[in-house]
């Protein structure tokens, strides 16, 4: 098993920047893939980033520019800088791993909240 914990989140103006982090523990050893995810109200849960056990890194077009997924595998903590960030970006940030061989994500963390105000 592995247990994910988001924190970092909050409450910032339009144009400011927040960092998430993500700390996994448990057997993270079987982990390939780790990620952000975000669902606003009423809306579906969309990817952000994710980023492979090598340092790969993969973003949706629409968050290309102003999200940056980093990983400290000593850490073993998954992090998204969040930059010039917009009232649309209001949303419970996840965060997700996925195991070896697996096609969706094994394990989800609880959400931390990020509100930007206009």
């Known amino acids: 098993q592995v247990q994910l914990v988001e924190s970092g989140g909050g409450l910032v103006q339009a144009g400011g920047s927040l960092r998430l982090s993500c700390a996994a523990t448990?057997?993270?050893?079987?982990?390939?893939?780790m990620g952000w995810y975000r669902q606003a109200p009423g809306k579906q849960r969309e990817l952000v980033a994710h980023i492979t056990n090598g340092g790969s890194t993969t973003y949706p077009d629409s968050m290309k520019g102003r999200f940056t997924i980093s990983r400290d595998n000593f850490k073993r903590t998954v992090y998204l800088q969040m930059n010039s960030l917009k009232p649309e970006d209001t949303a419970v940030y996840y965060c997700a791993a996925r195991r070896y061989l697996s096609a969706n994500n094994d394990y989800w963390g609880q959400g931390t909240q990020v509100t930007v105000s206009s």
């Open positions: 448990g057997s993270i050893f079987s982990i390939n893939v």
